[in-house]
Structure formats: structure tokens, C-alpha cells
């Protein structure tokens, strides 16, 4: 059985195909179009996914889009009849959109699509709720979905069994926890549903000295909900997040691109606290109402990794599974593993969860970009490759990595990377000023082979898709200055041999030559565009930068 997930009219569009209960193929419209974050009908990543299926349109089961528009419009006018008259502008401005993107949906699907079959919409948080529990290891979870808002929940607490997932509690709109985050983010200067993480790194510089205040913006119950304090924000009628009452609360905000002052950063640091404490009093409402020792996580606040550890480390559940696509690209996932098991019933499978779904490219394909490009390229086997490669990052050279299979999610988790030396303590900063262009006091993320995790970090069990924070253990900071965060943390990613043995072979043969198993893992892109796909946006962004080599399948480039 062949099923189609959709996600797309709000951030992220991306398709995703399951079959027999298995995603086989899935990727984020944006890799496809080059405009981050695209949220326009994903063409080219349904093409994708129907290609490497081997499949057309017709041949399709099932296609499933991951919400209910119309209940999401049924939210906008309630909410502009709550808010009338302040709410008018921003309704007449969204209104026609709604009414045009989202009943629209089955009719633009069937016909781009020229499909005839089983159309179906699936609830937002259940289809994040399908997309961490159907491809975790356990056969039961409480699962706890947190991000903005979907069609009326901010956040959904569920049981997991087997095929079947059941829906236990929600909170609804406008309190929303991700919601809150974005706002201080707005408030902050920054990008709302971009700049979240950015915030995440700047938290580590300051202290919660604005605890309180922060405190004030919503009332927390002992069951773990919670209801913002409304006077406070104004994304419900216009399109500023935040009202007047929280900038006398906190003082001016800060000017996009703005300088980033110490008030700043204990701003930051003060949400990333609240942010925590709230999910943990959401994590124990889970276990409370679900009896059960595993847990799942997805939604855009599950990317929060510092926040994830901490949930880890309060010990509320034994296992924590994290879908690596916690964002509305992964909610594709969910919708269709949703109808693909609880619907008809495909059997579950229980191995570890494969990430890269994207698209591969052919030796003869990737020498198509080569040769016409004018660049120096030799071809090496996988051992020599590695050598190589480890031999030059040794000598602080930055490499662009382009190798096989294409990760799902936000995350380069060695596909689609630039690598580079974590024991040269100017390393993050080369990486900023040659190739990255990002702020200084975000954090570079380690890659280390599973077997040397421990040693390095203080991690329970494995951390294949950057998704938490451990701290670097006592000594080793000073080996790996430049994946060590200010606070001590790295965001790290365990490499196993099983699943991703070329790339663990390379930081192994780094390791043999340097006695560091561990490598700088940053995604292959520049500020402010998606990490590259094909063989010619590797290239592009190659010679649009200072990276010193390309790796590109058996290929490594240079440009002398």
C-alpha cells in the first residue's frame, strides 16, 4: 500500500511516501525550489517521492494532508469575532488567503496531481503525533506534540499502542507555548518561525533575571496546562506578536539587526527557563495521564534541544523518542503513517529510524556538474576518500560533504554537511566569517562516532539527530573548543557505522590521525538558503564561498 502525506500553505511544504507503513521517500519543498522554508504546494518534493517509488499519481493508494483547513478557518473567525474591532485589519488581510488556500486544498491536490483516489485530512497534532510514535522504537508511548497552533491545539497529549494512537487532552488557541517563544523571539529582534533556535543559543549567554517577569506572561496549573496572559500579546488581531503592556513589562525591543545587549541575553535566557519548566510540567501531565515509560516528542518546541535535555535529565520518563522532522515538514510524515496504521492497519516496524529519505544522485549525474565546471577533481574509493578528507580537515581546511541520500528535517546530519576541525579554537569563527555569515553567539554542532560518545559527552544512549544537549565532560572542552558551547553543552550527533558507515568511516580515519574522534557538523548552505540537494547547488554554494573542498560522492573538488 502506497500513501502520499502532504504538508504545505503555512511553512515547510514537504511530501513524504509511506509504503506498507514505511517511509520510503520524503523531502521539504524548499530543497527543490531554493526559497527557504517554502510553504507553497510541494511539487517537487511529491515528484521526488513518487520517482523514487517507482509510482505515478494514479497508482497512489491514499493521499493525506496533514490538517483541516476548515477548521483552521473556523478558528480565524472566531477569534476575529473575540478580538473585534483590533482584529479587523489582520482578518481582512488573512481572510481571503484562508478561503482561497485552504478549501481549495482537495481540488489543487487532485487536479496538479490528476489524481482520482482516496483523499483524507488528518488532525495537525495527530499528524505530529504519528510522526514521532510510528517510526519510534516502542510499541506504547505517551506522546506530547507542542509548537504554535495547528487547527485549534497548541499542544496534544496522547496514548500510543501498537497500531493506534488516542487523543487524551489539548490546549487550545491562543495559549500556546510555542506561540509564547515566538513572541519573545519577535520582541527579541529576530525572525518568527525561523529564528527560534537562534534564541535557544542566545539564552546560553545571559541569566534568568527576567524569571519573573517572563513568569507573568502566562498562568500554569498543576495539571501542567497553562493559559497566556492575553494583555500581553497581540498576534491575535495584528501582525506584531507582542503588545505595548509586555514592552513596559521588559523595556524596548530590540531592532532587527539591532546590537544584542546583555538585557538581551537574560531576556533569552529567562524564556529558555520558563520554556523548560513547562515542558517538563507537560511531560509529567503525560505520564500522569498515560501510566507509560516511554515518551515521544514532536512539534516545532521539540527542536527546543536544550529543553529536550532537560526533560531527559528529570528522569519523568525512562526513554525519550524524538521525531528528527518535529516541524510541520515532518507533519507530512505523520499524516501518512497515521492512515497507513491506524487506519488500514499496516504492520509497525520497530528498527531504528532512517533520516535520509531525500534524493541521491548517480556518479554520472554528479560528473555532468563536474566537468563543465572547470574545477580540479579526483576520484577515490571510500577509504581513500576518508583519508584524505581527514587528512585536510586535520589541517583546519573547511569541506563541503555531499554523499548519498539527503537527511529529512532541519538537521546535515553528514549528507548534507560542512565539515571542519573541532580542536582549532578559531574554527568557529573561520566558519562564520568565510562560509556561514551567522551570529557569533550561536553554537556549532559535534558529530562523533557512537562508540567514542561517552567519552566525550555526558550522554545517555545515543543522540543520532542533534536533538539534545549533553554536556561535554570534564577535560574535553579543551580538545574540542569549537563544538563547545558557552555554557558547557554541545548539540551533539552520535554517527553509528551501521547506518551511516561512510561518514562514520571519515570521522574515524579524523580520529585516527588526530586522536579526536569527533568533527564540526554544520549544514551545507549559507545564511539564508536551504541546505543544497543536487549535485549543482553543491557546487553553487562551493564556489560561492571560501570552503576550501568539495566531497562529492567519490570526487573530491577543489578550485586550483
Not at 551533539?492 to 551511516?500: G, K, N, R
Amino acid at each position: 500500500m502506497n500513501i502520499l502525506g502532504l504538508s504545505y500553505n503555512y511553512h515547510d511544504a514537504a511530501a513524504c511516501l509511506v509504503r506498507n507503513g514505511v517511509p520510503v521517500a520524503a523531502a521539504a519543498e524548499e530543497r527543490f525550489s531554493r526559497r527557504k522554508h517554502d510553504a507553497r504546494f510541494p511539487a517537487g518534493a511529491i515528484a521526488y517521492c513518487l520517482a523514487a517509488a517507482g509510482l505515478q499519481a494514479a497508482a497512489l493508494d491514499a493521499v493525506v494532508f496533514y490538517e483541516k483547513p476548515a477548521r483552521k478557518l473556523e478558528r480565524l473567525l472566531q477569534t476575529a469575532k473575540a478580538f473585534a474591532p483590533h482584529s479587523t485589519a489582520l482578518v481582512a488581510e488573512q481572510f481571503p488567503r484562508l478561503i482561497r488556500q485552504g478549501l481549495n486544498v482537495e481540488a489543487e491536490i487532485r487536479e496538479r496531481l490528476g489524481y482520482t483516489g482516496e483523499l483524507l485530512f488528518c488532525e495537525h497534532h495527530l499528524s505530529h503525533a504519528a510522526s514521532a510514535f510510528y517510526v519510534s522504537p516502542f510499541k506504547e508511548a505517551a506522546i506530547l506534540t507542542v509548537d504554535g497552533v495547528g487547527e485549534w491545539a497548541s499542544c496534544g497529549i496522547y496514548a500510543g499502542s501498537g497500531n493506534s494512537i488516542t487523543p487524551l487532552r489539548e490546549l487550545h488557541y491562543p495559549h500556546s507555548l510555542g506561540l509564547l517563544y515566538s513572541t519573545i523571539t519577535a520582541y527579541l529582534g529576530f525572525a518568527v518561525n525561523d529564528d527560534e533556535y537562534k534564541v535557544m543559543g542566545l539564552a546560553s549567554y545571559g541569566r534568568p533575571h527576567f524569571t519573573r517577569e517572563i513568569e507573568l506572561l502566562l498562568q500554569q496549573a498543576e495539571d501542567g496546562s497553562f493559559a497566556l496572559n492575553l494583555p500581553f500579546f497581540s498576534f491575535m488581531q495584528e501582525r506584531r506578536m507582542y503588545s505595548d503592556k509586555l514592552v513596559e513589562l521588559l523595556g524596548p525591543p530590540r531592532r532587527r539587526e539591532g546590537p544584542v545587549e546583555a538585557r538581551h541575553q537574560d531576556i533569552a535566557a529567562s524564556l529558555q527557563a520558563v520554556t523548560e519548566n513547562v515542558m517538563r510540567r507537560l511531560a509529567r501531565a503525560a505520564h500522569a495521564a498515560t501510566g507509560q515509560n516511554n515518551l515521544c516528542l514532536a512539534g516545532g518546541v521539540a527542536y527546543n534541544c536544550v529543553a529536550n535535555a532537560k526533560l531527559q535529565q528529570a528522569g519523568i520518563f525512562e526513554r525519550i523518542f524524538i521525531q528528527p522532522a518535529a516541524g510541520d515538514d515532518g507533519a507530512a510524515m505523520g499524516a501518512a503513517l497515521w492512515a497507513s496504521h491506524q487506519l488500514h492497519n499496516a504492520p509497525r516496524t520497530y528498527g531504528a529510524h532512517d533520516t535520509l529519505l531525500g534524493p541521491e544522485f548517480t556518479e554520472t549525474e554528479i560528473l555532468a556538474e563536474l566537468e563543465p565546471s572547470g574545477l580540479t577533481y579526483t576520484r577515490y574509493d571510500d577509504d581513500a576518500l576518508c583519508a584524505r578528507v581527514a587528512a585536510l580537515i586535520a589541517a583546519d581546511m573547511v569541506i563541503g560533504w555531499c554523499q548519498g541520500r539527503m537527511e529529512f528535517g532541519p538537521r546535515a546530519l553528514g549528507a548534507r554537511s560542512i565539515l571542519a576541525n573541532p580542536r582549532n579554537p578559531e574554527m568557529k569563527d573561520i566558519l562564520n566569517a568565510r562560509v556561514k555569515f551567522r551570529e557569533e553567539f550561536r553554537p556549532f554542532a559535534p558529530a562523533v562516532t557512537e562508540a567514542a560518545a561517552a567519552d566525550y559527552f555526558e550522554l545517555e544512549g545515543i543522540s543520532p539527530f542533534m536533538l539534545v544537549t549533553p554536556r561535554v565532560r570534564p577535560g574535553r572542552a579543551a580538545e574540542i573548543p569549537s563544538v563547545t558551547h558557552v555554557d558547557g553543552t554541545a548539540r551533539v550527533q552520535t554517527v553509528s557505522p551501521v547506518h551511516q558507515p561512510l561518514f562514520h568511516k571519515l570521522i574515524a580515519a579524523f580520529g585516527a590521525l588526530t586522536g579526536t574522534p569527533v568533527l564540526i557538523n554544520t549544514s551545507f548552505n549559507i545564511r539564508g538558503e536551504p541546505i543544497v540537494c543536487t549535485p549543482g547547488d553543491a557546487l553553487r554554494c562551493f564556489m560561492g564561498t571560501d570552503i576550501d573542498f568539495l566531497a562529492i560522492g567519490p570526487y573530491l573538488v577543489s578550485k586550483v
